[in-house]
């Protein structure tokens, strides 16, 4: 599952998915969540058997399908963008048992600025690792200055960074297979 943090129609954060979607190892397959604008902000208050908004519901239904997520996302005020931290926070619970709760997650973040979204980045691995989810360690992906290296063209037109997003996404989709295999 790939949940990205831009709600941006042409959002380069959006482009990165879908390339890591091209890029899916044989046989694996993956899907680009797409209401994360939908979903209401987590309160404990409406986390509750017949009160969880309907958008929140959807989440988790497609997170639990999900065998490992996929995390993209750009920088906004230093940190990431807050409807991927409430994503992140529905996912979490119940805690301890979340649909985020032991499933391999890695982050691909970027931005226009030189840092590559790296705040972001390193939030939302901590985010996602407090929630339960098993960030992989070695497996790390920021990209700065996105407007110089991309232009108006599509990410996937980029050779480096297509060869850097597969090799994100094939980790990925390994980890996935060694925890359904074990």
Request: charged letters at 0%.
């Given at each position: 599952m790939i949940l990205v943090g831009s709600l941006r129609a042409d959002s380069v954060n959006k482009r990165i998915a879908e390339t890591a979607l091209a890029l899916l190892p044989k046989g694996a397959t993956a899907d680009v969540y797409s209401g994360l604008g939908e979903?209401?902000?987590y309160n404990e208050d409406i986390d509750v058997e017949g009160e969880v908004p309907a958008a929140a519901l959807d989440l988790r239904a497609a997170a639990e399908k999900a065998t490992a997520f996929?995390?993209?996302?750009p920088e906004y005020n230093g940190t990431m963008p807050a409807v991927l931290k409430n994503a992140i926070d529905w996912l979490s619970r119940p805690y301890g048992a979340g649909a985020v709760h032991g499933k391999p997650v890695a982050v691909i973040s970027a931005s226009p600025s030189g840092n590559g979204a790296k705040?972001?980045?390193d939030d939302a691995r901590k985010s996602a690792s407090i929630a339960g989810g098993k960030v992989l360690e070695d497996v790390e992906l920021t990209i700065g200055g996105t407007i110089d290296k991309f232009g108006t063209a599509h990410p996937r037109e980029n050779p480096e960074v297509s060869a850097e997003i597969s090799a994100v996404v094939a980790q990925l989709v390994k980890s996935s297979n060694e925890l359904v295999s074990v």
């Open positions: 979903v209401s902000f996929l995390l993209v996302t705040w972001a980045h």
